[in-house]
């Protein structure tokens, strides 16, 4: 493959600057009927269930200090050697990622463990603060990822979540829901098709 020259940089930053000055007028935004947004009187009962039909597991537990006695009774985390995590808490990395310039270096790697900030029960999706990862490929990358996420920090559905996150100003946040999966015109379902093959979260009330 050729590598770009100065022209195509040129030219490409041309482009680019021409969409950002481009002023677009879009309609408002509809308002939403907080009275027909779907609620839960158990959302974390929700979330769980939701996380499990997307393909997901989650484990409710008291203390941080279980969530490592729970990855240890998983065979792929007791003969992991390559864990990097942003919850230090909960489990301590061996790979030290903030220390790594290239991206492309963890492509190895066997376990994330990221923090999560909050769920969402409708979905089971987790909003992952992009400040919380040196890399963001890291959710993406490993061939699994664990979530630590305190119990307190739930939303009933999509509104909330976005209500949230509304002033957000980080490098990047993601909503994170199950592990990758890919469906065929056979419809068939494979997971880990092209990301993490199983996702674990962890409700953790002390956090």
């Known amino acids: ?14 482009i680019l600057d021409r969409i950002n000055t481009k ?9 939403v009927d907080v009275d027909r947004v779907i609620q839960f009187d158990q959302p ?5 269930e939701m996380l499990a039909m997307v393909g997901g597991q989650a484990h409710q537990v008291e203390s941080q200090g279980e969530v490592r006695a729970l990855l240890e009774e998983i065979d792929v985390f007791r003969t992991a050697t390559r864990i990097v995590s942003s919850a230090p808490e909960s489990i301590a990395g061996t790979i030290d990622a903030t220390q790594i310039e290239d991206p492309h270096h963890l492509s190895t790697v066997d376990w994330t463990i990221a923090r999560g900030e909050f769920m969402v029960a409708e979905n089971g999706s987790i909003w992952i603060d992009g400040d919380t990862l ?10 699994y990822l664990a979530i630590v996420v305190p119990r307190s920090q739930i939303v009933s559905n999509m509104h909330q979540a976005y209500e949230r996150i509304d002033n ?19 419809q068939s379902l494979v997971l880990g098709a092209h990301g993490c093959r199983k996702l674990q ?6 956090l």
């Open 1 to 14: 493959m050729m590598k770009p020259t100065l022209a195509d940089t040129d030219a490409r930053q041309g």
């Open 23 to 31: 002023h677009v007028d879009i309609p408002p935004l509809p308002d």
């Open 44 to 48: 974390i009962e929700k979330f769980v």
């Open 134 to 143: 040196p890399h963001r490929v890291l959710l993406f990358i490993a061939q």
């Open 168 to 186: 957000f100003s980080a490098r990047f946040g993601v909503f994170v829901s199950g592990p990758s999966k890919t469906a065929d015109i056979e």
């Open 201 to 206: 979260v962890f409700i953790v009330d002390d």
